[in-house]
């Protein structure tokens, strides 16, 4: 039986990559790293997840023989700090809203007695600017960032939320936006529901059971039907 919803961050409560995209280009410019993201080449960098394994996987495409040491390490998490900055000043105050459907869907689900929880690559700071302090309460676990040592497509986030909540994958449905989101929920057991986003549209979401433009139509009785047909058809294999 279907007892909590596990939902992603960026892509799937709100479109946030845009401001993710121009935080980062704001604190490489207050830095003076001479980089700049433009859409197409941040699009392909999100197949790195984390913002500071992104900046570290571009830093080894641009300067593939600056020394990975730790000078490098420090440069990268002091420049993820100011990027985290002002990506807060970007979204808090409810400057960001969330997609279609999501307040709803949440409001809807708790009032039908499911549990709700995060599970995100994004840092528990940005998680806490983009959702107001009543909205983030609704969560009752949100496991995010550094919080576990492999981000998504690892499904280390998946499981250290699925052991906080005390519940098996098989009772609960994650919703996400991208592969890397899907690969994580799925290696956890999660049966899965994508909301694409423009820059996953053209992402392989084989295993999904449901890729939806956003959750506008999305309601518990759907949830719970899909994860019915979800968890019987894994029964029988
Ligand atoms: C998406 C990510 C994050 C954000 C940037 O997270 O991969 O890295 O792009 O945020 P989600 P940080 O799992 O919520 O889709 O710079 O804080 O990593
Ligand atoms: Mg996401």
Redesign the pocket.
């Known amino acids: 039986m279907l007892e909590a919803l596990i939902f ?6 709100a479109d ?2 845009a401001a ?1 995209r121009a ?2 280009n704001e604190a490489f410019a207050e830095v003076r790293l001479g980089w700049y993201w433009d859409n197409a080449v941040y699009t392909r960098l ?1 197949s ?7 900046i570290a996987h571009h830093w080894r495409m641009v300067e593939p023989d600056v020394a990975n040491g730790t000078a490098m390490k420090d440069t990268i998490d002091r420049v ?1 700090a100011i ?2 900055r002002i ?1 807060e000043s970007r979204v808090s105050g409810g400057q960001l809203p969330l997609r279609p459907g999501v307040l709803r869907l949440m409001r809807e689900a708790l009032a039908s007695g499911l549990r709700l929880a995060i ?5 528990p ?2 998680v806490s600017a983009l959702l107001a302090p009543g909205l983030l309460a609704l969560f009752e676990k949100v496991g ?2 550094d919080t576990v040592p492999n ?2 497509p690892a499904p280390d ?1 998946y499981q250290w939320v699925l052991a906080q909540l005390a519940l098996p994958a098989a009772a609960c449905l994650a919703i ?3 592969a ?2 899907l690969k ?1 929920s799925r290696a956890a057991g999660l049966a899965t529901v994508i909301t694409r986003t423009a820059y996953t549209d053209d992402h392989d979401f084989s295993g999904a059971i449901a890729q939806l433009p956003d959750l506008g139509l999305v309601t518990v009785p759907l949830l719970r039907h899909w994860h019915e047909q979800a968890y019987d058809s894994d029964k029988k294999t």
């Open positions: 992603d961050v960026d892509g799937t409560l946030t990559e993710h935080a980062f999100l790195v997840s984390g913002g500071k394994e992104r993820h990027k985290t990506y599970a995100t690559t994004t840092t700071e940005n995010a960032g981000k998504k986030v996400e936006d991208s890397n989101g994580a």
